[in-house]
């Protein structure tokens, strides 16, 4: 039926960690991970790699009606709400035999699954044909509800119920294209939210795969298909909030991805899973574009501010592009130029290809002379935003220089304040040596070392003064 790679995958810890840092990335309006080298994407290849779903084949779509009662009782014999579209999970639980198999004390959550395996296919090995084609109904149902197309909430959408009519056809759908379709329109539900929903081992391993400097993974199992079976995630007994500030300082810091692993990111773009939006036809516009909408800000967060350079190389491909217009604008207008003059260095009587055209010279003269003036406007709003951005760069590399003089000042700082503090200290150690000296001396003195004492005191209340001051 299509299922049985990804049933073969065993239970893989939860990463929320891994998840909401993912999560964070994820630009709506681009559908793709916005991280500091680019747009990455998961794609079809990805999914058929990670889970052995199916990407190819009939397409996963009908449609979607507000109630399924009547099929639900054909298909499942099971009674649902009048107008309701959803199955109680219970419900199906109850006709697979797992709602009374509960965890028994002592059980590992690896044999409490397997337990539950041989329960299924017990129950369904007993039954008789068609019971048994009700109850494999009720499990792809369950499946695809809960694990899968997983939404929120305990019931279960019975939207895939007539792709199960004919149990024969069912492995003949494109399941793992309509599991990436469902991952991006998760991803781009809510930016409040943290989680995902769906089988959620897929975008963990993609992380191990395409993030390995995370270290978020471990390869235990390598050589088995699909890849998920080859790794488990990494424990980490840190706080949530801990691991999710490290791992976010680990992506903004994450070595840039070499030219290999480029060229085969930008074919997955280019050939498969879902394209990124963009308007641009060549590999530097759209660097130039990711750097004006993103620069700095890539990681939408309040904990990190706007960086310096990023805005800086934002604002030096802005004057680039500007640069550019201009550039053209100015070609534009000098072909303008020398389209005017020919025309007007062309009689009335030899005028006949302008006739041909649907107008006479002077019309044809009248339109060219207006075009040159728009464009020499549009040259000198050119030329004008080239100046500002030019004095925007200027002075924001300036403020650059500034901010970096008052680092290294404030590590002078720094620097001199440890000195103070450890010259502080061996002041208060010598004062602590006085002191005892003293008080020996005030016990074993002789009448005739006063004088000792008192040149002591006045040493030591010397000395802590200037522990003071320091």
Same mark, same amino acid.
């Given at each position: 039926?299509?299922?049985?790679?990804?049933?073969?995958? +065993?239970?893989?810890?939860?990463?929320?960690?891994?998840?909401?840092?993912?999560?964070?990335?994820?630009?709506?309006?681009?559908?793709?991970?916005?991280?500091?080298?680019?747009?990455?994407?998961?794609?079809?290849?990805?999914?058929?790699?990670?889970?052995?779903?199916?990407?190819?084949?009939?397409?996963?779509?009908?449609?979607?009606?507000?109630?399924?009662?009547?099929?639900?009782?054909?298909?499942?014999?099971?009674?649902?709400?009048?107008?309701?579209?959803?199955?109680?999970?219970?419900?199906?639980?109850?006709?697979?035999?797992?709602?009374?198999?509960?965890?028994?004390?002592?059980?590992?959550?690896?044999?409490?699954?397997?337990? /539950?395996?041989?329960?299924?296919?017990?129950?369904?090995?007993?039954?008789?044909?068609?019971?048994?084609?009700?109850?494999?109904?009720? =499990?792809?149902?369950?499946?695809?509800?809960?694990?899968?197309?997983?939404?929120?909430?305990?019931?279960?959408?019975?939207?895939?119920?007539?792709?199960?009519?004919?149990?024969?056809?069912?492995?003949?759908?494109?399941?793992?294209?309509? =599991?990436?379709?469902?991952?991006?329109?998760? /991803?781009?539900?809510?930016?409040?939210?943290?989680?995902?929903?769906? =089988?959620?081992?897929?975008?963990?391993?993609?992380?191990?795969?395409?993030?390995?400097?995370?270290?978020?993974?471990?390869?235990?199992?390598?050589?088995?298909?699909?890849?998920?079976?080859?790794?488990?995630?990494?424990?980490?007994?840190?706080?949530?909030?801990?691991?999710? +500030?490290?791992?976010?300082?680990?992506?903004?810091?994450?070595?840039?991805?070499?030219?290999?692993?480029?060229?085969?990111?930008?074919?997955?773009?280019?050939?498969?899973?879902?394209?990124?939006?963009?308007?641009?036809?060549?590999?530097?516009?759209?660097?130039?574009?990711?750097?004006?909408?993103?620069?700095?800000?890539?990681?939408?967060?309040?904990?990190?501010?706007?960086?310096?350079?990023?805005?800086?190389?934002?604002?030096?491909?802005? /004057?680039?592009?500007?640069?550019?217009?201009?550039?053209?604008?100015?070609?534009?207008?000098?072909?303008?130029?020398?389209?005017?003059?020919?025309?007007?260095?062309?009689?009335?009587?030899?005028?006949?290809?302008?006739?041909?055209?649907?107008?006479?010279?002077?019309?044809?003269?009248?339109?060219?002379?207006?075009?040159?003036?728009?464009?020499?406007?549009?040259?000198?709003?050119? +030329?004008?935003?080239?100046?500002?951005?030019?004095?925007?760069?200027?002075?924001?590399?300036?403020?650059?220089?500034?901010?970096?003089?008052?680092?290294?000042?404030?590590?002078?700082?720094?620097?001199?304040?440890?000195?103070?503090?450890?010259?502080?200290?061996?002041?208060?150690?010598?004062?602590?040596?006085?002191?005892?000296?003293?008080?020996?001396?005030?016990?074993?003195?002789?009448?005739?070392?006063? +004088?000792?004492?008192?040149?002591?005191?006045?040493?030591?209340?010397?000395?802590?003064?200037?522990?003071?001051? /320091?």
């Amino acid at each position: 039926m299509g299922f049985g790679e990804i049933f073969r995958i +065993e239970r893989m810890r939860v990463d929320p960690a891994l998840t909401q840092a993912l999560r964070s990335r994820w630009d709506a309006e681009a559908s793709a991970f916005a991280f500091p080298w680019g747009h990455m994407i998961p794609s079809l290849e990805d999914v058929s790699r990670i889970t052995g779903l199916r990407v190819y084949g009939r397409a996963v779509s009908g449609y979607t009606y507000p109630c399924y009662r009547e099929l639900a009782e054909r298909l499942l014999d099971l009674p649902i709400e009048r107008r309701s579209s959803l199955v109680p999970r219970v419900a199906l639980q109850e006709t697979l035999g797992l709602y009374e198999a509960g965890k028994n004390a002592g059980e590992s959550e690896d044999e409490y699954l397997e337990r /539950l395996a041989r329960v299924s296919r017990r129950e369904l090995a007993s039954e008789p044909g068609p019971q048994a084609d009700l109850d494999l109904r009720c =499990f792809l149902v369950l499946f695809l509800g809960r694990l899968l197309f997983a939404t929120r909430g305990d019931a279960v959408h019975c939207r895939f119920l007539p792709l199960l009519e004919d149990l024969g056809e069912v492995g003949g759908y494109a399941w793992g294209a309509a =599991f990436l379709a469902h991952q991006f329109d998760d /991803l781009s539900a809510s930016e409040r939210q943290t989680s995902t929903s769906g =089988f959620y081992p897929f975008l963990q391993v993609w992380a191990y795969l395409h993030l390995p400097a995370l270290g978020r993974g471990d390869l235990t199992r390598p050589g088995l298909v699909p890849i998920a079976r080859r790794w488990d995630s990494r424990r980490d007994t840190r706080h949530l909030a801990d691991q999710l +500030e490290r791992l976010q300082e680990a992506i903004d810091s994450y070595p840039y991805l070499d030219r290999e692993r480029a060229r085969e990111q930008i074919e997955n773009w280019e050939r498969k899973g879902k394209a990124v939006r963009s308007d641009v036809t060549t590999d530097d516009a759209y660097l130039q574009a990711y750097a004006l909408k993103y620069g700095g800000k890539v990681y939408k967060s309040a904990r990190h501010q706007v960086d310096v350079t990023g805005e800086i190389a934002s604002l030096r491909a802005l /004057l680039h592009s500007v640069v550019l217009d201009r550039e053209a604008a100015q070609r534009q207008m000098g072909e303008l130029r020398s389209e005017l003059e020919r025309v007007r260095g062309t009689g009335a009587g030899g005028a006949s290809s302008s006739r041909s055209a649907g107008g006479s010279p002077s019309f044809l003269e009248a339109r060219l002379a207006g075009a040159v003036l728009r464009a020499e406007e549009a040259q000198r709003h050119l +030329e004008e935003r080239e100046r500002d951005l030019q004095l925007t760069t200027e002075h924001a590399m300036e403020l650059q220089g500034e901010r970096d003089r008052f680092r290294g000042e404030a590590q002078a700082t720094r620097s001199e304040r440890d000195q103070l503090r450890i010259r502080a200290e061996a002041a208060e150690a010598q004062i602590a040596e006085m002191t005892r000296e003293l008080a020996t001396l005030r016990v074993q003195r002789p009448p005739g070392d006063q +004088e000792e004492v008192t040149r002591l005191c006045a040493e030591l209340l010397a000395q802590q003064t200037q522990a003071r001051s /320091l």
